[in-house]
């Protein structure tokens, strides 16, 4: 019922920065309670890894070791949008990423499992 469309990736130098935004439909009107929204990331050869989420109760936000301090997540709740403000990026930041949502109230945030709504996923590619 939820659909998510990522946007903003693209190629930049490392240093630079992104914003990459996840537009979602059908959230307001949906029967599910979204209890968690997150950003994840595979690049080629590995897993996907969570990034970043944030908790639609309170705005509680979650971040990987590897992005804490460069890596804002946010939400517009009235534009139904989700960001995700990217700086000082670096080349090891390259994947293509995944915007997600969470019906579920258990789980760990970081879970790909957790997550039953994706988008279709945005590049990002950060060169030296």
């Known amino acids: 019922q939820v659909q998510l469309v990522e946007s903003g990736g693209g190629s930049v130098q490392a240093g630079g920065s992104l914003r990459l935004s996840c537009a979602a439909y059908g959230y307001t009107y949906s029967i599910y309670s979204i209890v968690s929204m997150g950003w994840f990331r595979q690049a080629p050869g590995k897993e996907r890894e969570g990034v970043a989420a944030?908790?639609?109760?309170?705005?509680?936000?979650y971040y990987a070791a590897s992005v804490k301090g460069r890596f804002t997540i946010s939400r517009d709740n009235a534009k139904n949008l989700l960001y995700l403000q990217m700086n000082s990026l670096k080349p090891e930041d390259t994947a293509m990423y995944y915007c997600?949502?969470?019906?579920?109230?258990?789980?760990?945030?970081?879970?790909?499992?957790?997550?039953?709504?994706w988008g279709q996923g945005t590049q990002v590619t950060v060169s030296s």
């Open positions: 997600a949502a969470d019906p579920d109230s258990g789980g760990y945030w970081y879970s790909p499992g957790e997550y039953n709504y």
């Open positions: 944030i908790y639609t109760d309170g705005g509680r936000t």
